[in-house]
């Protein structure tokens, strides 16, 4: 790893922040093609019902056992392999692949082949926040940019102790006669 600690607690300058970013980008992408291939590896253990000879119930219990994962995760993992197969099998080791967690968001979402090809592409080009907003977007949803915030907005507060949030609920307003 190239990244250095800033042990001094130290402001960072720009340049440095800007190289521990593209260092996690580097990392989470690689991650994104480990999971895709655990997908792939997943999917063979299921379609095989490897559960049975190993002696196990379901695929679920025979999962968590061998592996620790959930099997919400496993399924993710499978269904975005399953999904993206092509994109992500001509995707070549120097060109960059979207982040896993986008190409979960999307999946249902996706009704056609072009479907796959343009949400794979917009999980690649826009920024987090745009891709977010797509996402509202073809959901029916209004985008966070788009919003006005007009109207009566939600009262939160924060528990100083756990951190925990709560609405904050209005009360009756009770006139003086």
Request: aromatic letters at 10%; one cysteine or more; hydrophobic letters at 40%.
């Amino acid at each position: 790893m190239s990244g250095e600690l800033n042990a001094s607690k130290s402001l960072l300058t720009p340049e440095q922040v800007h190289k521990i970013l593209k260092e996690i980008d580097v990392l989470n992408r690689g991650i994104g093609r480990d999971l895709f291939s655990l997908g792939l590896l997943w999917q063979a253990l299921k379609a095989g019902e490897a559960h049975k000879p190993m002696g196990f119930e379901n695929f679920s219990e025979f999962i968590h056992a061998y592996t620790g994962f959930k099997i919400a995760h496993v399924n993710a993992c499978i269904a975005v392999a399953k999904t993206f197969k092509v994109q992500l099998e001509t995707a070549t080791v120097a060109s960059p692949i979207p982040a896993f967690y986008r190409l979960k968001k999307a999946l249902p979402l996706i009704k056609t082949d072009e479907d796959k090809q343009l949400w794979y592409e917009q999980a690649l080009e826009l920024p987090p926040t745009g891709f977010e907003d797509a996402i509202r977007e073809a959901k029916g949803q209004i985008p966070h940019d788009s919003c006005l915030h007009e109207g009566v907005l939600e009262a939160w507060q924060r528990c100083p102790i756990c951190g925990k949030f709560f609405k904050m609920v209005a009360l009756p307003v009770i006139e003086n006669h």
